[in-house]
């Protein structure tokens, strides 16, 4: 089927509770945005299952939890204060800013249409600098991570020491990062304030090849994990000339996003760079000697990246689906559906009473209660159930359970399916056992 458009997409986050924009009731913050009850929800299974699959369920992997204002002498050292640069021009008439290598520099300006008043690019940092201290005068500069990275690698002795890994091995992170944007845009793919999703894994000079293809391939199997389309997905080897300072190869998963294809994921070749410019800047050693051959090496890092935020939109883009559903008088109603995958759906269970009648609902209340103390479950007994369904289809609850009036007898409930409507009549004893089966996690 085709993609949604940005404006769909942007329009039931928002209606539905997964985004809002942030500082709403003060006109808001340029491409700042808030994850509502349900967006937090999802985003925090897309985290989850992300830890589950490569932090628990991998013997070579630890986790680890970085600061996120670090010594300045550490992006000194990363190549951070030197290189971490956009090109910056701005238009002379109106003082937009653009990233010089994203736009045409021989067009007008885009925003005010005047011709040949763009200044030549200049290099534009953008770590976003703040003090620590009392006195901004007296104070020592700081700066929000760029990245989680290099919090990784300064800790790796300590963490080499106390986990007892040997390499290859993997120190896996999620947290916020802070870039300060040219040009932040297109909902939450590109925003000032993101998360990141970050492993580093350090192997052996001579096996980097074997381990970036095993990395590549896992990036491919998270993503089918996400239920994101695969035909939208397309890799882009990063020519020499593009590299980022740090990087000896590096392939980005592209995805057909609305607005056009561009990063999803990146998978890095760091080489011995970072180590090796810790080492160098702090004086210690973080050389890596094998217990078992004694040779001593300083280990090459292979660097899986994932973006949180980009994971969630790509989720919902793939997810979301029109699709014609009969109605009770014959006729064809539009049904929209966000097939999530049931590990990363926000709801996983909808609890409906057919009415708001005392009866209904004593029957209703206690199942809801019992489901939730092991799945994500709601209780909803406004509107007709018709619209509750519809309202469960548009945020992607896997099942819906409907308590009737027949359920006062045969203590049976109805179990409605979100992708194939079909409904089923489950004994309210055997729900659990019905969820246990049914749900894939």
């Not at 609305?258 to 990063?263: I, L, N, Y």
Request: charged share 30%.
């Amino acid at each position: 089927m085709s993609q949604p458009s940005m404006d769909t997409i942007v329009n039931l986050a928002k209606t539905r509770g997964f985004v809002f924009p942030g500082s709403d009731i003060y006109g808001g913050l340029a491409n700042s945005w808030d994850y509502g009850p349900l967006g937090v929800e999802l985003k925090n299974n897309i985290k989850h299952e992300w830890w589950k699959r490569f932090v628990h369920g991998r013997i070579d992997m630890v986790g680890q939890d970085g600061a996120i204002i670090m010594n300045p002498k550490v992006w000194e050292a990363s190549g951070h204060l030197e290189n971490f640069t956009d090109p910056l021009v701005e238009c002379k008439n109106c003082h937009e800013r653009y990233r010089a290598d994203q736009i045409d520099l021989t067009k007008p300006c885009a925003k005010c249409g005047k011709s040949e008043t763009l200044t030549e690019p200049a290099s534009f940092n953008m770590m976003f600098k703040t003090f620590m201290g009392p006195k901004e005068e007296s104070a020592s500069t700081v700066y929000l991570r760029p990245e989680t990275a290099q919090a990784i690698f300064v800790d790796f002795p300590q963490v080499l020491m106390t986990s007892r890994k040997r390499i290859p091995f993997g120190i896996a992170q999620i947290g916020k990062a802070f870039r300060n944007e040219i040009t932040p845009g297109n909902f939450i793919f590109r925003t000032r304030e993101f998360e990141q999703m970050e492993i580093e894994y350090f192997v052996h000079p001579d096996d980097w090849k074997e381990k970036f293809e095993m990395w590549l391939k896992e990036l491919h199997g998270w993503i089918d994990f996400c239920g994101i389309k695969k035909e939208w997905v397309h890799e882009y080897e990063t020519p020499g000339s593009e590299l980022a300072h740090y990087s000896e190869r590096t392939v980005d998963l592209e995805f057909d996003f609305p607005f056009g294809k561009s990063e999803l994921y990146g998978l890095a070749y760091r080489t011995d760079h970072d180590l090796k410019k810790h080492s160098e800047y702090s004086g210690r050693d973080l050389s890596y000697t094998d217990t078992v051959t004694g040779e001593k090496y300083i280990p090459h890092v292979i660097e899986p990246s994932l973006g949180v935020d980009r994971t969630l939109l790509a989720v919902m883009l793939s997810a979301y689906t029109e699709e014609e559903a009969p109605t009770a008088d014959g006729g064809v109603d539009k049904r929209v559906v966000m097939k999530f995958p049931h590990a990363l759906a926000p709801i996983k269970i909808a609890v409906l009473p057919l009415s708001k009648k005392p009866e209904l609902r004593d029957v209703a209340l206690p199942i809801v209660e019992k489901l939730s103390k092991k799945w994500n479950a709601e209780y909803d007994e406004t509107q007709s159930i018709g619209r509750r369904y519809r309202r469960q289809d548009e945020i992607g609850t896997p099942y819906c359970v409907t308590v009737d009036f027949d359920s006062l007898n045969d203590h049976a409930v109805t179990v409605r399916d979100r992708d194939t409507m079909v409904q089923e009549r489950i004994a309210i004893g055997e729900l659990e056992d019905y969820f246990f089966k049914n749900l894939k996690s």
